[in-house]
C-alpha cells in the first residue's frame, strides 16, 4: 500500500478490509479513497469449503466491523466504499443470496460489485472464462439495479452500452 501511494495511487482495495495491522496506518495519514472488500479465509485457502450460518449477516457485520475501525482511526466515511468479495471465500449459492441482498450489505456506503467473468457465472451458463461476456454483462445490470455504485469489469464498452440502454429505459424521455 505504501509503495502503491508513494506512486500516486488514489485508490487501495484491500481484500482483506484493512484487517492486517500495518494497513489503517499506512492510509490514515492519506487521501486515497479505500475499498473494504470481505473475505473469508485466506487466497490460499479461500475456496476450501467456504461455510457462513448466514452469508449476507456475516458479510455485512465484517463490513460493518472494518468501517467502524476505520472510523476509530480517523478515516472520514467520505474515502470508504464496500465490497462484498464475489468469490472470495463464497460457494454459488453465498454468491447468489449476497447478489440479491446488495441493498442490505451497504451501509449507507457505496457498494463495488466484481462478478465480471468469475466462476460464480461459469457455473451459472456452464461457459468457460473467455465465452462469459454476456454473463457479466447481465450481471452488471443486475447489480446496478440492486445499488452498485462501482463496477470492476473486464468489457467496459459492452458494460456500459447495456447501461445506457438500461438506463434509458428506466427513465422518461420525451
Same mark, same amino acid.
Given at each position: 500500500?505504501? @509503495?502503491?501511494? $508513494?506512486?500516486?495511487?488514489?485508490? !487501495?482495495?484491500?481484500?482483506? &478490509?484493512?484487517?492486517?495491522?500495518?494497513?489503517?496506518?499506512?492510509?490514515?495519514? =492519506?487521501?486515497?479513497?479505500?475499498?473494504?472488500? %470481505?473475505?473469508?479465509? =485466506?487466497?490460499? =485457502?479461500?475456496?476450501?469449503?467456504?461455510?457462513?450460518?448466514?452469508?449476507?449477516?456475516?458479510?455485512? &457485520?465484517?463490513? +460493518?466491523?472494518?468501517?467502524?475501525?476505520?472510523?476509530?482511526?480517523? !478515516? @472520514?466515511?467520505?474515502?470508504?466504499?464496500?465490497?462484498?468479495?464475489? &468469490?472470495?471465500?463464497? =460457494?454459488?449459492?453465498?454468491?447468489?443470496?449476497?447478489f440479491r441482498h446488495l441493498p442490505q450489505l451497504g451501509g449507507g456506503f457505496p457498494l463495488l460489485v466484481g462478478v465480471s467473468r468469475k466462476s460464480m457465472l461459469g457455473a451459472i451458463t456452464g461457459k468457460?472464462?473467455?465465452?462469459?461476456? +454476456?454473463?457479466?454483462?447481465? +450481471?452488471?445490470?443486475? $447489480?446496478?439495479?440492486?445499488?452498485?455504485?462501482?463496477?470492476?469489469? %473486464?468489457?467496459?464498452?459492452?458494460?456500459?452500452?447495456?447501461? +445506457?440502454?438500461?438506463? @434509458?429505459?428506466?427513465?422518461? !424521455?420525451?
Open positions: 500500500m505504501k @509503495a502503491a501511494l $508513494a506512486v500516486g495511487a488514489d485508490l !487501495i482495495n484491500d481484500i482483506s &478490509g484493512l484487517s492486517d495491522p500495518e494497513a489503517l496506518p499506512a492510509v490514515v495519514a =492519506t487521501s486515497c479513497g479505500l475499498c473494504l472488500m %470481505h473475505m473469508q479465509g =485466506t487466497p490460499g =485457502t479461500m475456496q476450501q469449503q467456504p461455510a457462513y450460518a448466514d452469508v449476507v449477516a456475516e458479510v455485512a &457485520g465484517f463490513l +460493518a466491523e472494518r468501517v467502524a475501525a476505520c472510523r476509530r482511526a480517523g !478515516i @472520514a466515511d467520505e474515502r470508504l466504499l464496500l465490497d462484498p468479495g464475489f &468469490g472470495f471465500g463464497k =460457494t454459488l449459492a453465498h454468491n447468489l443470496e449476497l468457460p472464462v473467455e465465452e462469459r461476456l +454476456a454473463a457479466s454483462v447481465a +450481471a452488471a445490470v443486475l $447489480a446496478v439495479q440492486r445499488g452498485a455504485a462501482i463496477l470492476r469489469v %473486464h468489457d467496459v464498452a459492452a458494460t456500459r452500452d447495456a447501461l +445506457a440502454v438500461w438506463a @434509458a429505459m428506466e427513465c422518461d !424521455i420525451d
